[in-house]
């Protein structure tokens, strides 16, 4: 029986999440110019979220420590500073379809809430079709055009939802 945990990023894990990056962007054909596979802390994520506006979570295999997903939350470049951006949420094809997409989902707009974010922000492609599809289950609203500046121009799907900033948060890690 597969058996996974959420926990913050630590610096040793900076080469498995840069892995995962680099071997789901390009299952999507997100390669070139306009993609976060390119952004230049791909090789430093625990440097890049170390700080007190943002988080990033990754996935591991219980039975084997095995890093197979991860993801974060940061502020939105060039925006209003209540507003965090969803960013590098990726998962090999080994941790698919076993609901963690949406427990990851959960532990970063709790942190996000808990940090003190009012609305969160994202950037995907309408081929990650199970990424939407996860995003409109939890009331992301789709936008007709992007906000702030990632430079991600590579993107054609953008999304924001409004924060419940009265959600607990603690126990989200615990899987309560």
Known sequence: MQSFKI????????????NIIRKV???FDCVGEGYSINDPEVDTMFEAYDNNKSAFYVIENE????????G????LKNAEDYICE???MYFLK???????GQKLLDVCLGQA???GYKKCYLETIAKMGAANNLYKKNKFQKLSAPIGNTGHSGCDSYYSKNLDTKKPFAN???GK
């Open 113 to 115: 809430s808990e940090i």
């Open 86 to 88: 969803l960013q590098k």
């Open 94 to 100: 080994d941790l698919r379809g076993y609901g963690m």
């Open 172 to 174: 989200l890690l615990k």
């Open 7 to 18: 926990r913050p990023i630590e610096k040793d894990d900076n080469a498995a999440v840069a």
């Open 72 to 75: 974060g939350i940061a502020p």
């Open 63 to 70: 039975n084997n420590n095995n890093i197979l997903g991860c």
């Open 25 to 27: 962007m390009p299952e």
